[in-house]
């Protein structure tokens, strides 16, 4: 504990010194300590939290601008209600973390734009390569783990990993039991379960080829391969069936909405991609491991959700209430011969149960808008190769939501993935100019006029060096 207080303690005292001077240093000390330090287990905030309210400190009015977006202001309605709901329920203590955690997601939302108004570069590519190196040791640990189970056991009782997993490893062989104890699951570094190191890595994987561009590009879709293979060796079922559809969809994606598809050729895809579906389901589910585990997994999530409805049939809109799922469950899971401490594994079941009807109706249509203006992205890009770019970045938000529903993460994935999330959501806003006095410019750089794909240009200024009180 004592060693978690002075990191967390360094970390403040680090951001703090770089907002002084760099506002894009600071973005990639979020990324790399979102990634590395998730929240502690008994402490709601963690350090994306503290950055978040460092930044509001300090840029309040480029935030502001953030305001006049529909997509926005559904996230902060959402974040809002959540904290509302926090006046009820059996246990308001178990919407903490959560409510937290949207409110840090509409920050990192305004501040992501801001940020990547004056960024030199692109703010995703720039936020992948500081990943690169946490994506290569978490990958191999996976397959390190998977491979010698007993280094795996060794790992997980250390005070490394208790401190890497937010004081939960200490607990996996006690009173917070999670699947990678199992010989069959493995979360590498970070994850005490498989399945969700599963859905980050994917994530990772996904963005990294969305961002493999210039001399670069060999070196991240090799990191790429390296992190969809370590999702697949986690063992989560989840991950073996998305990785072949998802991937393959945002493939397929810019062709199908290109303004040159041949009609031909919009047939052939129609055809194709529902024909490999089905191969690959069949093929996996003829495969006697998988499908008995399979049949396993669904039929407990059958049950979950069956549970789910009767409840909702009884309280339809207002929900349970923060904590009334966990008060609820127990009541029942003998019935269906389920543990008595399990989540619905599913976002939009676990929000209507801690908040009423219209949390999931407000993260459907965040989900929504999102896919819509990702589709534009993708058919308005000059070429199929950046039109797979674009596409990428919506297979991460959709393997995200796709997890989500069978899972047990949120509505945003997980605390590693609440800044590349909130990153991505802030590319379809369009951004508007921000006031100079407000975002000092960069040394050297002048701002251009806004684009037509909503964000501004920066170009090497041709006036006199800089002086002082340039900063960004």
């Known amino acids: 504990m004592v060693l978690l207080l002075v990191l967390s303690t360094a970390l403040v005292v680090a951001i703090s010194v770089a907002f002084t001077a760099s506002a894009p240093l600071a973005w990639r000390l979020l990324i790399l300590a979102a990634s590395v330090l998730p929240q502690w287990l008994f402490v709601p905030v963690g350090a994306q939290h503290l950055w978040a309210v460092l930044v509001i400190s300090r840029y309040r009015r480029p935030i502001r601008t953030a305001f006049r977006d529909r997509l926005f202001l559904l996230v902060v309605a959402l974040a809002g209600f959540y904290t509302v709901s926090l006046l009820r329920g059996p246990d308001p203590t178990v919407g903490y973390r959560m409510t937290a955690n949207l409110v840090v997601l509409a920050m990192v939302i305004s501040v992501a734009l801001a940020v990547a108004d004056r960024q030199r570069g692109d703010l995703l590519a720039v936020s992948m390569g500081v990943l690169v190196p946490v994506v290569i040791a978490q990958s191999v640990s996976v397959w390190l783990f998977r491979l010698f189970p007993g280094l795996e056991n060794g790992y997980l009782r250390s005070r490394v990993a208790d401190l890497l997993m937010g004081g939960r490893a200490s607990r996996l062989f006690s009173t917070l039991p999670d699947n990678v104890t199992s010989s069959d699951k493995a979360g590498g570094l970070l994850f005490y379960n498989g399945n969700e190191a599963s859905m980050v890595m994917a994530v990772w994987a996904l963005l990294l080829i969305a961002t493999a561009r210039g001399g670069r590009a060999r070196a991240y879709r090799l990191v790429a391969l390296l992190a969809a293979s370590g999702s697949l060796m986690t063992g989560s079922k989840t991950a073996i069936t998305l990785m072949v559809i998802i991937p393959a969809g945002a493939l397929l994606l810019p062709r199908l909405l290109s303004r040159r598809s041949l009609p031909t050729t919009l047939l052939v895809v129609l ?202």
């Open 271 to 472: 055809v194709a991609t529902p024909a490999v579906g089905w191969l690959v389901s069949y093929g996996l589910t003829s495969a006697a491991s998988f499908r008995t585990a399979s049949e396993t997994s669904a039929t407990a999530r059958e049950d979950l959700w069956d549970a789910a409805g009767r409840m909702f049939e009884r309280s339809p809109l207002s929900g349970l209430g923060f904590g009334g799922w966990e008060v609820a469950w127990p009541a029942v899971a003998q019935g269906y011969d389920l543990p008595r401490y399990l989540p619905p594994h599913n976002f939009l079941i676990y929000s209507w149960a801690s908040v009423g009807l219209l949390g999931p109706v407000l993260m459907a249509a965040i989900i929504f808008v999102y896919m819509l203006r990702s589709l534009a992205r993708v058919r308005s890009a000059v070429d199929v190769r950046e039109g797979t770019r674009r596409s990428m970045e919506l297979a991460a938000v959709a393997w995200i939501t796709a997890h989500g529903m069978f899972d047990t993460s949120a509505f945003f994935g997980s605390a590693q993935t609440i800044p590349l999330f909130g990153l991505l959501l802030s590319r379809v806003i369009p951004s508007r100019p921000i006031a100079a006095d407000s975002f000092p410019a960069h040394p050297g750089v002048a701002a251009l006029p806004t684009s037509p794909g909503g964000r501004r240009g920066v170009a090497l200024a041709p006036a006199a060096p800089a002086t002082s009180g340039g900063r960004l």
